[in-house]
């Protein structure tokens, strides 16, 4: 099922897509597994979300008012001043509450698939990109935190001022 491999891919856990889709939780771990041997989804995403959590703390995505995450990454790399390849994660960055190294690694895998010289990249390179993204969004104040021997993630409150900084840029160009 599509929907459920989408939900995962943008960090939305086992349960909450059972519930929504209305499947039992055994069928959607089926689902996953089997996007995962395709490719589809570098990892399983979490159980549950954690207990006590409000729904504003549980969405994965809050949203954003450019179209697509072409227009996003487009809008990131012009108003940033960032690669091709950093603005890829960092958009992924945008998306999710928290990205796993795995995450970061496929979307630098999946950017590069159209060069003509495509060698793998080594894992390593998630934490160059980060590291050059982090000089770059020390002026605006967005920091990208590190989640010991996960990820990374971006804080909500730098999420939401790197949209609402995106949506002035894409509305000034616009206007």
Known sequence: MKVAVRLADEGIPVRAIARSTKLPSEDVYEILREAIAAGSIVEMPKDDWPIGSTRGQRTAFQGTPLDNDDALQIACARF????????????????????????????????????ATKDATDPKMVDVIICHLRKKLKPPGIE??????????????????????LTTFVSSEAG
């Open 80 to 115: 940033f001043k960032v690669t091709k390849l950093e603005a890829a994660i960092f958009t992924t960055l945008l998306k999710r509450n928290e990205v796993t190294r795995q995450q970061l690694h496929a979307v630098i895998e999946q950017t590069r698939s159209g060069e």
């Open 144 to 165: 990208i935190e590190t989640i010991w021997g996960i990820g990374y993630l971006v804080p909500a409150a730098d999420r939401k001022k790197a949209i609402s900084l």
